[in-house]
């Protein structure tokens, strides 16, 4: 007999060997137990989660000449023919491939006819999203009043694309996305017998790749033998599938939460050199970066997890260096970068700015922290060491006050000089204004109307000529970056010739803008140089 790949050879036969699917396994028991069978059943979920698996097990439990409660033998003559695929009383049929309106025709005229070794008549259709519109007509009548010898059993990952109709006639089990706890104890337990020798975090990044499926899962391991012998490490892992390390992750997000620009520029270079998927380096991340969400408010509820107790404890650690509001604008970052990375020219470029961007965003403090901090100073006992430091804390943020002041009356003539250096971004900074100041950064607004134009700021160049005239304002280093405002904000000055947009009045006055806008009854809303 040939090779035998190992999803084929350790597809579970019994319902006790289903991986993550108790919730179905379960009530399919309780079903046969009671002899309270529906006559169709629809299986949901994602790829390689057991759909067809289980409903090939309920089809054998259905038919075995030697049941034992609920589970199927595995040795009569029905088990063996359905486990070969050579039943005659289980028909298996692809809806992709047979999905028109003659082969429902067919399959209903064929249901008449009673079985020949088991007291039913199943079908499997799989991939039944992929039957016609009209080949679901066709069967609706049958399904809804089958004969007695007759039990039709669907499988789809896109229930979404079943009619109603079929879906109404049908019970309803929805397999779930399969934890990584039960694929690497599964892989765990094919390794032992296969004589595999696999280390503990290879079988992780197996089950990190597999998103939920064992069946993915297992052909992974089945090419790793094949590549690398029956020795398995975490980096053998890594450079078949294009994954980041435990590690890796684990470094890229203390270098986010710490601010170190430097060691997220040599990460990014590093994942870039090995080949890296810059895309899943960014979906890897939104998830730690959940995680740490969760972990900072389950505490010690390990079940939230679907991860080793070994990663919840550094998930721990890190948690203690942020805040929820920090961790919510890193993820709304790194979800914008999702979006946009699948158009970009260079995805290392939008990586690095992207995890640049959050590193700044996990060291500003939020809004709800400097309100927590106001009202702790201003309950804080009166004692001399607590005025020292509150005295301090105000200085800093008048500090800061007066240079965002100071930066809005002066915003006009620093874009005069920044159009020195560009001039298009005059054009792009026209409708911008200082936002937030702090010691190492700047925030600058841009009127919503005008959001389009903030891809033109952030351009490298640009940006650095920003950066520099801003740092040599404030005379102090600084970075800078941009938010778009939302509704028609108020913080946007409404002097307009002090922004050195030009006064409408005098457009008014000149006969040429007048005859046209007498001739259209017009008005003047906005004026570009």
Same mark, same amino acid.
């Given at each position: 007999?040939?090779?035998?790949?190992?999803?084929?050879?350790?597809?579970?036969?019994?319902?006790?060997?289903?991986?993550?699917?108790?919730?179905?396994?379960?009530?399919?028991?309780?079903?046969?137990?009671?002899?309270?069978?529906?006559?169709?059943?629809?299986?949901?979920?994602?790829?390689?989660?057991?759909?067809?698996?289980?409903?090939?097990?309920?089809?054998?439990?259905?038919?075995?000449?030697?049941?034992?409660?609920?589970?199927?033998?595995?040795?009569?003559?029905?088990?063996? &023919?359905?486990? +070969?695929? #050579?039943?005659?009383?289980?028909?298996? @049929?692809?809806?992709?491939?047979?999905? $028109?309106?003659? =082969? !429902?025709?067919?399959?209903?005229?064929?249901?008449?006819?009673?079985?020949?070794?088991?007291?039913?008549?199943?079908?499997?259709?799989?991939?039944?999203?992929?039957?016609?519109?009209?080949?679901?007509?066709?069967?609706?009548?049958?399904?809804?009043?089958?004969?007695?010898?007759?039990?039709?059993?669907?499988?789809?990952?896109?229930?979404?694309?079943?009619?109603?109709?079929?879906?109404?006639?049908?019970?309803?089990?929805?397999?779930?996305?399969?934890?990584?706890?039960?694929?690497?104890?599964?892989?765990?337990?094919?390794?032992?017998? &296969?004589?595999? +020798?696999? #280390?503990?975090?290879?079988?992780?990044? @197996?089950?990190?790749?597999?998103?939920? $499926?064992?069946? =993915? !899962?297992?052909?992974?391991?089945?090419?790793?033998?094949?590549?690398?012998?029956?020795?398995?490490?975490?980096?053998?892992?890594?450079?078949?599938?294009?994954?980041?390390?435990?590690?890796?992750?684990?470094?890229?997000?203390?270098?986010?939460?710490?601010?170190?620009?430097?060691?997220?520029?040599?990460?990014?270079?590093?994942?870039?050199?090995?080949?890296?998927?810059?895309?899943?380096?960014?979906?890897?991340?939104?998830?730690?970066?959940?995680?740490?969400?969760?972990?900072?408010?389950?505490?010690?509820?390990?079940?939230?997890?679907?991860?080793?107790?070994?990663?919840?404890?550094?998930?721990?650690?890190?948690?203690?260096?942020?805040?929820?509001?920090?961790?919510?604008?890193?993820?709304?970052?790194?979800?914008?970068?999702?979006?946009?990375?699948?158009?970009?020219?260079?995805?290392?470029?939008?990586?690095?700015?992207?995890?640049?961007?959050?590193?700044?965003?996990?060291?500003?403090?939020?809004?709800?922290?400097?309100?927590?901090?106001?009202?702790?100073?201003?309950?804080?006992?009166?004692?001399?060491?607590?005025?020292?430091?509150?005295?301090?804390?105000?200085?800093?943020?008048?500090?800061?006050?007066?240079?965002?002041?100071?930066?809005?009356?002066?915003?006009?003539?620093?874009?005069?000089?920044?159009?020195?250096?560009?001039?298009?971004?005059?054009?792009?900074?026209?409708?911008?204004?200082?936002?937030?100041?702090?010691?190492?950064?700047?925030?600058?607004?841009?009127?919503?109307?005008?959001?389009?134009?903030?891809?033109?700021?952030?351009?490298?160049?640009?940006?650095?000529?920003?950066?520099?005239?801003?740092?040599?304002?404030?005379?102090?280093?600084?970075?800078?970056?941009?938010?778009?405002?939302?509704?028609?904000?108020?913080?946007?000055?409404?002097?307009?010739?002090?922004?050195?947009?030009?006064?409408?009045?005098?457009?008014?006055?000149?006969?040429?803008?007048?005859?046209?806008?007498?001739?259209?009854?017009?008005?003047?809303?906005?004026?570009?140089?």
């Amino acid at each position: 007999m040939g090779y035998e790949v190992l999803a084929r050879k350790w597809r579970p036969q019994v319902f006790a060997d289903v991986v993550g699917q108790n919730h179905v396994t379960q009530t399919l028991h309780n079903a046969i137990k009671s002899d309270r069978l529906a006559h169709a059943y629809l299986f949901v979920g994602p790829r390689g989660t057991g759909k067809t698996t289980t409903a090939r097990i309920l089809a054998k439990a259905l038919n075995c000449q030697n049941r034992k409660g609920s589970e199927p033998c595995n040795t009569c003559d029905s088990c063996k &023919e359905i486990m +070969k695929g #050579s039943s005659l009383d289980v028909i298996e @049929i692809d809806g992709a491939s047979n999905r $028109g309106i003659d =082969d !429902a025709r067919e399959l209903r005229d064929n249901v008449r006819y009673a079985p020949i070794r088991g007291p039913f008549k199943i079908y499997i259709i799989d991939e039944v999203h992929q039957l016609s519109k009209d080949a679901f007509n066709a069967l609706l009548k049958t399904l809804e009043e089958p004969p007695p010898h007759v039990k039709f059993f669907f499988a789809t990952t896109e229930p979404q694309k079943v009619l109603t109709t079929i879906l109404s006639r049908c019970q309803r089990f929805d397999l779930r996305r399969i934890s990584i706890a039960d694929i690497t104890a599964q892989l765990q337990k094919i390794s032992k017998a &296969e004589g595999i +020798k696999i #280390s503990a975090d290879a079988l992780l990044a @197996i089950a990190r790749g597999a998103e939920g $499926g064992l069946r =993915d !899962a297992e052909s992974a391991l089945d090419q790793l033998v094949s590549f690398r012998g029956k020795t398995i490490e975490e980096a053998d892992v890594l450079s078949v599938f294009g994954l980041i390390s435990r590690a890796q992750l684990e470094g890229l997000t203390d270098a986010i939460l710490d601010g170190n620009i430097p060691a997220i520029i040599e990460a990014v270079a590093a994942i870039d050199q090995s080949g890296n998927d810059m895309q899943r380096v960014v979906l890897e991340l939104l998830d730690q970066f959940r995680n740490l969400l969760i972990v900072m408010h389950a505490g010690k509820n390990a079940a939230a997890f679907d991860l080793p107790e070994t990663q919840i404890d550094t998930l721990k650690k890190q948690a203690a260096k942020s805040s929820d509001g920090r961790l919510l604008r890193i993820i709304e970052l790194l979800i914008d970068a999702d979006s946009r990375m699948r158009y970009a020219l260079s995805k290392r470029t939008m990586l690095e700015t992207a995890l640049i961007r959050a590193s700044r965003a996990a060291t500003v403090a939020t809004i709800d922290e400097l309100m927590k901090q106001v009202a702790a100073l201003k309950s804080a006992p009166a004692a001399s060491a607590t005025v020292q430091e509150d005295q301090a804390a105000y200085d800093v943020k008048k500090k800061f006050t007066d240079d965002l002041e100071r930066l809005k009356t002066a915003w006009a003539d620093l874009i005069e000089h920044i159009s020195k250096g560009a001039p298009q971004a005059k054009h792009y900074l026209t409708d911008t204004v200082p936002l937030n100041v702090s010691e190492t950064h700047v925030t600058i607004g841009i009127d919503p109307e005008f959001a389009g134009e903030r891809s033109n700021l952030e351009n490298p160049r640009t940006l650095l000529l920003i950066q520099k005239t801003l740092s040599s304002f404030l005379k102090r280093p600084v970075s800078a970056d941009f938010s778009v405002l939302t509704g028609k904000s108020k913080l946007l000055p409404t002097d307009a010739p002090a922004r050195g947009i030009p006064d409408k009045k005098k457009y008014y006055e000149n006969p040429s803008v007048r005859s046209v806008l007498e001739t259209f009854s017009g008005e003047i809303t906005d004026i570009r140089e």
